[in-house]
């Protein structure tokens, strides 16, 4: 074989291992364990890298309910631009992967697919929690209060960076409580929209 075609299939052969060895971020750390049952009830979303439909989101809470059949019923509801806006709600379900602590789930918008929920920090009160995915696309600081201390924040933002994300991404979510209007937390009539 001709010393240029060696040549360029080792170049070829280095790039692809190169592109292999870098082809995705490594998988995102769960919690150990979490008491799933302690996890249930309202989470209001205090900042994150959001989906679309969550970009313009205000007064943002999701809600966990365990279903008799171990599956987690969750509601997602906000308000799309601003804090008079209709309240919109997303009904997802989370399965918790097996052998995993209770910390990854997937969380099913439309049948079959399900994407990826990782419980990446979670404080020993449970209440403050940040969930991430592996592909660092999206990540979500949620506390049971709709407002932190700016020191826990400020902790938090670190702990987000500190899993592969770029903070500069993050968005906060206003929260202004108590409502002016239907709390969105309990609001029947909500519209649905899709994460």
Same mark, same amino acid.
């Given at each position: 074989?001709?010393?240029?075609?060696?040549?360029? *299939?080792?170049?070829?052969?280095?790039?692809?291992?190169?592109?292999?060895?870098?082809?995705?971020?490594?998988?995102?750390?769960?919690?150990?364990?979490?008491? +799933?049952?302690?996890?249930?009830?309202?989470?209001?979303? $205090?900042? *994150? $890298?959001?989906?679309?439909?969550?970009?313009?989101?205000?007064? !943002?809470?999701?809600?966990?309910?365990?279903?008799?059949?171990?599956? +987690? /019923?969750?509601?997602?509801?906000?308000?799309?631009?601003?804090?008079? !806006?209709?309240? @919109? &709600?997303?009904?997802?379900?989370?399965?918790?992967?097996?052998?995993?602590?209770?910390? +990854?789930?997937?969380?099913?918008? =439309?049948?079959?697919?399900?994407?990826?929920?990782?419980?990446?920090?979670?404080?020993?009160?449970?209440?403050?929690? +940040? =969930?991430?995915?592996? @592909?660092?696309?999206?990540?979500? =600081?949620?506390?049971?209060?709709?407002?932190?201390?700016?020191?826990?924040?400020?902790?938090?933002?670190? @702990?987000?960076?500190?899993? *592969?994300?770029?903070?500069?991404?993050?968005?906060?979510?206003?929260?202004?409580?108590?409502? /002016?209007?239907?709390?969105?937390? &309990?609001?029947?009539? !909500?519209?649905?929209? &899709?994460?």
């Amino acid at each position: 074989m001709p010393k240029s075609k060696r040549f360029a *299939g080792l170049t070829v052969l280095a790039v692809l291992a190169a592109l292999a060895g870098c082809s995705s971020p490594p998988p995102m750390p769960a919690v150990d364990n979490v008491d +799933i049952k302690r996890f249930m009830g309202d989470w209001y979303v $205090i900042a *994150g $890298i959001p989906t679309w439909p969550e970009r313009q989101s205000y007064n !943002a809470v999701e809600s966990y309910a365990l279903l008799p059949d171990g599956r +987690i /019923q969750t509601t997602f509801r906000y308000r799309h631009g601003g804090f008079d !806006a209709k309240v @919109k &709600t997303m009904r997802p379900v989370g399965t918790v992967e097996p052998d995993t602590g209770n910390a +990854i789930w997937g969380m099913q918008f =439309i049948w079959p697919i399900q994407a990826e929920y990782v419980i990446a920090y979670l404080d020993d009160d449970y209440q403050q929690t +940040i =969930i991430g995915r592996s @592909k660092r696309d999206y990540v979500w =600081i949620m506390a049971r209060t709709p407002s932190l201390p700016p020191a826990d924040y400020a902790r938090l933002v670190e @702990k987000v960076r500190e899993l *592969g994300y770029d903070t500069a991404e993050l968005r906060q979510v206003p929260q202004q409580w108590p409502e /002016q209007g239907p709390d969105p937390r &309990t609001y029947p009539d !909500a519209a649905d929209a &899709t994460r």
